[in-house]
């Protein structure tokens, strides 16, 4: 029998062959430059971050290119993706030493918590719940933003009826749009509807850094971030770039069973980002003739696979056709129906996230990590 001997690839490693990547317009090394600003290598998979200046812009993708190649050459190698930073901030030419170091995550002055909203793939909810979750904090008291990074499928703009483009009145830093009390920005409202969405990564990097650093959101209690679904390497980034005060994770009872859940919350303890819960959505069907309740996909597995995974159930949205029809209509069921059924639970998981983002929650607010099950 043979086994197949992968040879460790170690930070020295990658950042020599880093070191054979010149930058063309100062004639150096990207390394000895200090362009390198974070670097993390976990089992032969490689994760850094390329400082340029923020004029140069999408010019140095050629550089990223050639820096994801040359790591790509090193044997053994698993996966790479490196990312253009535009952030001005002290650079290192290496990570302290560990397996987990990281790119350093700034936070917002102005704002209080990020919270992300993801899901292991598309079609769950996801954009729903994060609409309506901002809007179940904002009926709570709290001041609120909504961060539109489904990059590949902004859904803001219909989900609240937005129209137009957002200003600028320095010229530098863009307005959000407010649309029933909350602050948005959407990729959607910069790009036309028919615009393709080919966004290669860096460019989703950089757009995400811009709605985040460049819109002038003022001072906010939580800015509610609802994630590109899915959970690849364009989803881990996003994860590790932003300064996340912790993740909500929508799913269907389906997802839960085929541990599409299993892979967001995987996905945020990779960068250290606490889940605060899951929401599963569509749990039951409530008739709209005659309210009757049908569980059709199963209902109450979610609370127990949660326990399981170590997460907290934050509750579940039942699958109801005025949610749907709110939704498409840009008039979202928490803030026209606020007296309703669903405002109710909305405002509910809204209060169970903000107890563990608010900025005096004990620390023990958070959950403890998963229990470990051994199965004989
Ligand atoms: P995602 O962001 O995960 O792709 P969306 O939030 O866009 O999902 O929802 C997909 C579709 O499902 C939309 O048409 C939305 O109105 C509908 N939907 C979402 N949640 C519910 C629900 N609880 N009941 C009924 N329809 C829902």
């Known amino acids: 029998m043979t086994f197949s001997t992968r040879p460790r690839i170690d930070e020295d490693k990658v950042l020599q062959a880093l070191r054979t990547v010149m930058d063309p317009e100062r004639h150096r ?47 053994g190698i698993v996966s790479v993706t490196a990312v253009l930073t535009a952030q001005k901030k002290p650079t290192v ?20 918590a990020i919270i992300a909203v993801a899901s292991g793939k598309g079609g769950v909810g ?21 961060l539109d990074a489904d990059i590949y499928g902004p859904s803001a703009p219909k989900l609240l009826g937005i129209t137009g483009k957002p200003t600028t009145n320095d010229g530098k830093t863009l ?11 959407s990729m959607g409202f ?60 929508v799913s269907t009872p389906q997802d839960l069973a085929l541990l599409d859940a299993r892979k967001g919350l995987n996905m945020f303890r990779k960068v ?15 008739c709209p003739n005659c309210g009757h309740r049908a569980d059709i996909f199963g209902h109450g597995g979610a609370r127990r696979e949660a326990e399981q995974l170590g997460m ?33 639970l909305y405002r509910y998981v809204a209060e169970r996230v903000w107890d563990q983002v608010r900025p005096d929650a004990p620390q023990t607010a958070r959950r403890p990590p998963p229990r470990i099950v051994v199965v004989n």
């Open 312 to 344: 907290e159930f934050l509750g579940g949205v039942p699958l109801d056709l005025e949610i749907r029809v709110t939704s498409d209509a840009g008039t979202p069921i928490v803030a026209t129906q606020p007296d309703g059924p669903h405002a109710k």
């Open 272 to 286: 250290d980002v606490p889940v605060l819960g899951i929401v599963e959505n569509m749990s039951t069907y409530i």
């Open 126 to 146: 996801k954009s729903t719940t994060a609409v309506n979750l901002a809007l179940g904090l904002r009926a709570n008291g709290r001041t609120v933003g909504l």
């Open 175 to 185: 307005e959000p749009k407010e649309a029933y009390s909350l602050k948005v920005m």
């Open 29 to 75: 090394d990207i390394v000895s430059l200090g362009m390198v600003s974070g670097l993390a290598v976990r089992d032969n998979n490689v994760q850094l971050a390329i400082e340029v200046a923020p004029e140069r812009g999408t010019a140095a993708e050629p550089i990223r290119a050639a820096a994801e190649a040359a790591v790509r050459r090193l044997k």
């Open 190 to 249: 910069l790009v036309p509807e028919d615009t393709p969405m080919i966004w290669r990564g860096p460019m989703v990097q950089s757009a995400l850094q811009q709605m985040l650093r460049e819109v002038n959101w003022g001072v906010l209690d939580v800015l509610v971030v609802d994630m590109p679904p899915g959970t690849g390497d364009a989803q881990l980034t996003l994860a590790q770039q932003v300064p996340l005060a912790g993740a909500v994770i």
């Open 93 to 112: 030419t290496a990570a302290p030493p560990g397996p987990t170091a990281r790119v350093p995550r700034p936070g917002l002055p102005t704002v209080s």
